[in-house]
């Protein structure tokens, strides 16, 4: 029997801030700078509120981050003291705690990590990008064309890196809503650069209308149709909760909430029924929630006191959610994966949240094992790649070749308990 064929459906990648300068017009550099600066202080001041302090150092010492627990314990007395060019220094330091890891940037360590861990292929997300653009964009109030500035640079990287390694990773481009008909225009940019991996939705639109605005967001969803470019929202934006004690639990609490509200503004204003051919993937939002959305979705649609709800909707909502949707089931745990038959299988796509300290890497079989290892064979291969082959657009030859070479064995993940099925 052929290797199991893994695609992560969720990993990110990010440069190291100078780098975007290169994607990115010069009267854009100073602001970009200034930007920099004030988010290594805010994550240096805020460093140890968001991991525990013990389960960070053991997350380093796995991934052969040495000294990075000192980092921590420094970080704060660091913050407070340091000048602009001791934050610029540290900016540029590839091994300062608020770099990105080399294999976020550095193409040929990312994929040798990712073959380690059995991964052949992968959707790659943004990690922090010039004046925040991804996934906490409109968190941070900044320009119109700053926003779009970072963005481009952003998107432009990304393209290069991709082209590193063809064929093996998607990426996902970012965009705003400021503007939708340059937003069109960037998502076509985005497709020529080949970032097939689709659209990063923003989770909120800032001042501008949410997504149940049909007319005003119609040109954005046509495109993607058009393209076949799948469109994706992900964790990471939230309200400003301030500097409670109590505001990272809370970030923690509602994160996944903010990334699910795309969907029902999709539903109800109709783009699901005008766009059967659009896919919207929700990604590290979780999984079983899906059901009892749903769940209150129908009991919504067929009272008959709002009969006019759905008097253009040919499908139910969960017809819908099985046409258009999928999820991207990231670090899909033990307890969720128990409600695959009720979602479909073959609407969960596994990811590794590469190289995220809450994901699998590098202990990836490891965590297989636990959430995998009384699945049938042919659920197993579903979940873990064969769905993002066709999602994505993936080379199917390529991908099971490069499976057959590095991808593991169905006894890697089972142990041995189960008989194929």
């Known amino acids: 029997m052929s290797n199991i064929l893994v695609i992560s459906s969720d990993c990110h990648a990010g440069a190291l801030p100078d780098t975007y300068k290169d994607y990115m017009p010069q009267q854009f550099h100073a602001a970009a700078d200034a930007w920099w600066l004030n988010y290594a202080r805010e994550m240096m001041q805020r460093m140890g509120t968001f991991f525990d302090q013990e389960a960070a150092e053991e997350f380093a010492s796995k991934a052969g981050e040495q000294g990075s627990g000192k ?178 639990p809370m970030f923690i609490s509602e994160v996944d909430m903010w990334a699910h509200r795309p969907f029902t503004a999709m539903l109800w204003s109709g783009v699901f029924e005008r766009h059967p051919g659009l896919k919207l993937v929700l990604t590290e939002t979780g999984c079983s929630w899906i059901l009892e959305t749903l769940r209150t979705l129908e009991f919504k649609s067929n009272n008959p006191i709002f009969a006019h709800f759905t008097k253009d909707m040919s499908l139910t909502p969960s017809e819908y959610f099985q046409r258009n949707c999928y999820i991207g089931a990231s670090f899909l745990p033990r307890h969720e994966v128990g409600d695959r038959h009720r979602i479909g299988v073959d609407k969960l796509m596994w990811g590794s949240d590469y190289p995220h300290m809450e994901g699998t890497w590098p202990n990836t079989m490891e965590k297989l094992q636990e959430t995998f290892f009384d699945v049938p064979e042919a659920e197993i291969r579903t979940m873990l790649g064969e769905t993002a082959l066709d999602v994505f657009g993936f080379d199917a030859k390529d991908m099971r070749a490069i499976a057959d070479r590095i991808g593991p064995a169905v006894q890697d993940i089972t142990g041995g308990s189960q008989s194929a099925a």
Not at 89 to 102: C, K, N
Not at 103 to 111: K, Q
Not at 154 to 179: E, Q, T
Request: proline residues 7%; hydrophobic residues 40%.
């Open 71 to 248: 980092f921590q314990k420094d970080a704060m007395s660091a913050a407070m003291s340091a000048s602009d060019d001791d934050l610029r220094a540290f900016l540029a330091d590839p091994d300062s705690i608020i770099a990105p890891r080399r294999g976020e940037y550095d193409a040929a360590v990312r994929l040798q990590e990712l073959e380690d861990d059995g991964i052949a292929g992968e959707v790659i997300f943004p990690q922090m990008a010039p004046f925040g653009a991804g996934l906490m964009q409109y968190r941070h109030p900044i320009s119109a064309e700053q926003n779009l500035a970072g963005n481009q640079a952003y998107n432009r990287w990304l393209g290069d890196l991709c082209k590193s390694n063809p064929g093996r990773h998607a990426g996902v481009a970012i965009v705003n809503v400021d503007d939708i008909e340059t937003t069109v225009r960037e998502i076509r940019e985005a497709h020529a650069m080949g970032l097939f991996g689709g659209v990063l939705l923003p989770t909120s639109t800032g001042d501008n209308p949410f997504y149940h605005h049909y007319n005003h967001y119609a040109p954005l969803w046509s495109v993607c149709e058009e393209l076949n470019m799948p469109i994706h929202t992900h964790s990471g934006w939230s309200p400003d909760y301030g500097d409670s004690p109590a505001a990272t």
